[in-house]
């Protein structure tokens, strides 16, 4: 077999769709496990160890892209990845099962994806994020983790000695499982992402389409296998705490770490289309939850729909 030819791309992403199905079912039961545990609530999970965890291949491919290849590849992936997160996570895992939304992650963590959204395209606009812009999207980053950091505390503070009694003792098994569906979840994008790119590269199309979609799309996917994964067992708060973590970790942490090592350049097409799409899902997002507590079926086709435009609209 030919190293680089069809036939192994197509493997890559075979292999990477298995690795990925298999990540997704660890991280969510072992994450699932020991939030009950520790007492604390599956969205709180959901936005940030699973969050952050799925968030690893967008840091990768960012911090690749940026060095190897150019900054576009980055930014296409980051902003691509945070539309694919809305309109197809989100959305596939509404039609599979409605979503509840938490409290907390409505009123807490949405406002920090606006913001983040927000800033992403006000610092982008003039047509560069530098490393003083990294530093700030940083150190927003840093403000979002003392207010989780003080929900968990709150939590934990706020369960009494009879209701610790009954929780279910952590096991190394279930730490286990996290990582190794982490793992898994991270290789499997990598394949994917390999092989999708190749194919396209191979059939002569540029690097901020290829960010935008194969790389956007292949580096939500772990989100999207936990998502799903996570409505299908019935733990949908997973599925929402870690659309919203996702989005959050990839603007501030990624964006930010990558315009620290290198300046990143903003095409105009990307500030006349790719901005106000993301602002546009953000914000459609944000309408269907505030007028309701869940995401039902037929708002998951609309946010399915929105995203099956995009991807067209972007087509050469």
Do not use: C
């Not at 599956?42 to 936005?47: D, R």
């Not at 982490?182 to 059939?203: E, P, R």
């Not at 659309?243 to 105009?268: D, E, K, R």
């Amino acid at each position: 077999m030919l190293l680089g030819s069809p036939l192994t791309e197509l493997l890559l992403l075979a292999g990477g769709a298995a690795l990925l199905y298999a990540g997704a079912e660890l991280l969510v039961k072992g994450a699932s496990d020991l939030a009950l545990a520790v007492g604390l609530k599956a969205s709180t999970v959901g936005v940030t160890v699973v969050a952050f965890a799925t968030t690893a291949p967008e840091l990768f491919v960012s911090l690749l892209g940026a060095v190897t290849v150019s900054t576009d590849t980055g930014l296409g992936a980051i902003v691509g990845s945070n539309i694919a997160n809305i309109g197809l996570v989100l959305g596939v895992s509404a039609l599979i099962r409605p979503l509840n939304i938490s409290q907390t992650v409505f009123e807490r963590h949405i406002p920090f994806m606006v913001l983040a959204a927000l800033l992403l395209v006000g610092l982008g606009w003039d047509g560069q994020i530098g490393a003083v812009d990294g530093v700030l999207l940083l150190a927003v980053l840093v403000a979002f983790t003392a207010v989780v950091l003080r929900r968990v505390q709150q939590t934990q503070s706020g369960i009494s000695a009879a209701e610790r009694a009954e929780m279910p003792e952590a096991r190394v098994r279930d730490a286990a499982a996290v990582v190794g569906g982490i793992v898994a979840l991270v290789v499997g994008s990598s394949w994917l992402v390999d092989g999708g790119q190749s194919l396209l590269s191979a059939a002569g199309f540029s690097d901020i389409f290829i960010g935008l979609t194969v790389l956007a799309l292949g580096t939500s996917l772990p989100e999207l296998a936990a998502s799903v994964i996570a409505a299908i067992r019935g733990e949908a708060e997973f599925s929402v705490g870690n659309v919203v973590g996702s989005n959050i970790y990839n603007i501030l942490a990624v964006i930010g770490i990558v315009a620290v090592v290198t300046p990143i350049s903003v095409a105009p097409s990307v500030r006349g289309f790719e901005f106000p799409a993301l602002l546009a899902f953000t914000a459609l997002l944000v309408g269907l939850m505030y007028r309701g507590d869940r995401i039902s079926r037929v708002d998951g086709s609309v946010l399915v729909v929105g995203y099956v435009l995009f991807v067209y609209l972007l087509l050469p």
